[in-house]
Structure formats: C-alpha cells, structure tokens
DNA sequence: CTGCTGACTGGTA
DNA sequence: GTACCAGCCAGCA
C-alpha cells in the first residue's frame, strides 16, 4: 500500500528542500501526490524517524511556523540560523522563499475561486 | 496587518 | 470503521 510509499515521497520531497529555503506542508503534500494531504504530512512530519529530513523547513502555509515536536521555538533558531528571518511566527519574504519543489514562484496567486466547484480534477 | 474561530480534507495508527 | 494530527483556507473582530 501506498502507507509507506507516501511517507517515502513526504519525506523525499522534505530532504530535497534546499538550505535557505523552506517549504509549506501543502507544498510537500502537493509534491508527494497529495495536494490536500497537508495535515497527513504533518502527521508523518511528527513521526519525523527518518535522517537527513530536516522537518524544521517545513513549516505552515502563510508564512508561519506550525509547530514543532517538543520545541517550536527551536524550529525558529534553526530557520533563522540558515538565514531565514523569522519575525515572531512568520518567515520573512516567505513567498519569495517558500520552496514549492519544482514549481515556479512567478506563478498564479489566487486569482478567483479555489474552492467552489470549479470542475477540476 | 494581526488574532481567533469554524468547517474541511487526507493519511496514519 | 474510529480517532488522531505539527494544516489550510475563509470569514470575522
């Protein structure tokens, strides 16, 4: 089943976040598979067993932290000490930064409609 | 802009 | 099938 091979590609996907850059959980779901699996990312995030995952630059949508196992405010000094300002639970020029995975920045931004039926899929 | 609430989804155990 | 979770978005104050 797809239990492991989802975590597989989550955690992949969060290794190949570059330093300096940070990525939402939408965006790791979204580069799993899963566009909507935000919060199953999370969950798997939490688990965080496997090494060299760095789950500090994965944080929330909008720029803010999310939480953190044990310590948000560790995840805060990590992002800050790879030169990620980090203004009381936002990210600096975040949209600038935020790493979608292999998806351009200079694309779209909510335009109209996102959640209505809007037939896609 | 910031803060909180509410309703929703997706995956794991 | 149920409960749990480190989210996401939209609306309101």
Not at 50 to 79: D, T
Not at 110 to 119: F, Q
Request: charged share 25%; proline share 6%; net charge positive.
């Amino acid at each position: 089943m797809a239990a492991n091979d989802f975590r597989r590609r989550v955690l992949t996907a969060v290794s190949r976040i570059p330093a300096g850059r940070v990525a939402t959980y939408g965006d790791i779901a979204a580069a799993a598979g899963s566009p909507r699996a935000s919060r199953a990312v999370g969950n798997i995030m939490r688990e965080c067993r496997a090494p060299g995952v760095p789950c500090h630059r994965v944080i929330a949508a909008g720029g803010q932290l999310g939480g953190y196992g044990g310590s948000p405010q560790l995840k805060r000094e990590l992002l800050r000490a790879e030169g990620i300002p980090v203004i009381r639970n936002r990210i600096r020029e975040f949209t600038d930064r935020r790493w979608t995975g292999t998806r351009p920045k200079g694309s779209g931004r909510r335009s109209k409609a996102t959640r209505s039926g809007n037939g896609d899929v």
